[in-house]
């Protein structure tokens, strides 16, 4: 296989989307050919990275697949990206040339079943955006990770994403219900939107935690819950060890509670929230209580 110029690549994206949607900016480039983990170097603009010939925006599945198709026929590395919160290594390319394809204008919510409880959306939905409408109307995803402010669908499901209220909720392949991803050859695979499988494998955990080696998540169905807000109830306790702290986080969960946030941290991550404690043991906590009383919907710290 012929290695194709960077000119042809870009003259062929451009026919296959637009040339809005192809971005050939030199500093947004170099920005884009590392993880969002490396501030030093992009603070420094040290870029030594391969940098990508172009980031494209496809506005359609359509866009998707001519996409990937052209790029497998050609030899051409592709990294999949939408809210660009990655920190493993996941957006940057160990080989050239190489594009980048963001799924950040597949932006739609496209159904809300109060009903069957599920939300479907597109790749590119952001998870606040997404949570904020949802809380309007009493729901929640019962996702909150820390990349919450930055994070989109389509990266969330890619990288197999865990959030803060995973002791009660799980993690994001125990919410998605289908979804819709892109093959490398352009074909669009669908996976039904039904509650569980009686045979066979469930092949949604192939796509589930892919980081974009196997395809491009392009539609994400997800579970609801009800967003019972003045149900929750916020309770913090100090502990003399860590062995202590871990054996009481063991005994709640065992003994079938289910807090929405469990956590124990030592002294000097727990100064970060009291700063004045900080040269103390712990803090004191005038209204403590015993753990097993914690309330279904609580959050433990």
């Excluded at 501030?39 to 990275?49: E, F, L």
């Excluded at 996409?67 to 030899?75: H, S």
């Excluded at 389509?154 to 995973?166: E, H, K, W, Y």
């Excluded at 539609?219 to 860590?242: G, Q, R, S």
Aim: proline share 7%; glycine share 8%.
């Amino acid at each position: 296989m012929d290695t194709v110029t960077k000119d042809t690549i870009v003259q062929q994206l451009t026919q296959l989307t637009s040339p809005d949607q192809v971005n050939l900016d030199p500093d947004e480039l170099k920005y884009a050919s590392l993880d969002f983990y490396r501030k030093y170097p992009r603070a420094r603009k040290i870029y030594q990275a391969p940098i990508p010939v172009a980031i494209v925006y496809p506005e359609n599945v359509e866009q998707v697949a001519a996409v990937l198709k052209y790029a497998n026929d050609t030899g051409v590395n592709v990294i999949p990206r939408t809210g660009g919160s990655e920190i493993e290594r996941g957006l940057e390319s160990a080989r050239e040339p190489h594009i980048i394809v963001d799924g950040s204008r597949l932006n739609q919510i496209l159904k809300f079943d109060p009903e069957d409880m599920q939300l479907t959306v597109q790749a590119g939905v952001p998870l606040k955006q997404a949570e904020d409408w949802l809380n309007e109307k009493g729901y929640t995803t019962g996702h909150l990770p820390q990349s919450q402010p930055l994070a989109d669908f389509g990266g969330l499901v890619a990288t197999r994403s865990i959030g803060q209220l995973s002791t009660l909720y799980g993690g994001i392949e125990d919410m998605v219900v289908g979804l819709e991803a892109i093959m490398p050859d352009g074909r669009i695979v669908r996976i039904k939107n039904v509650p569980r499988r009686s045979v066979g494998p469930d092949i949604r955990h192939i796509f589930i935690g892919n980081e974009g080696s196997i395809a491009f998540i392009t539609e994400v169905t997800v579970k609801l819950f009800p967003y019972l807000p003045d149900t929750y109830h916020y309770l913090a306790y100090t502990v003399d060890t860590m062995r202590e702290g871990f054996h009481l986080l063991r005994d709640i969960v065992a003994a079938g509670y289910r807090p929405s946030v469990i956590r124990l941290y030592d002294a000097q991550d727990w100064s970060q929230f009291y700063p004045k404690h900080a040269e103390k043991t712990g803090a004191h906590f005038p209204n403590r209580r015993p753990a097993t009383a914690q309330r279904r919907h609580g959050w433990c710290h």
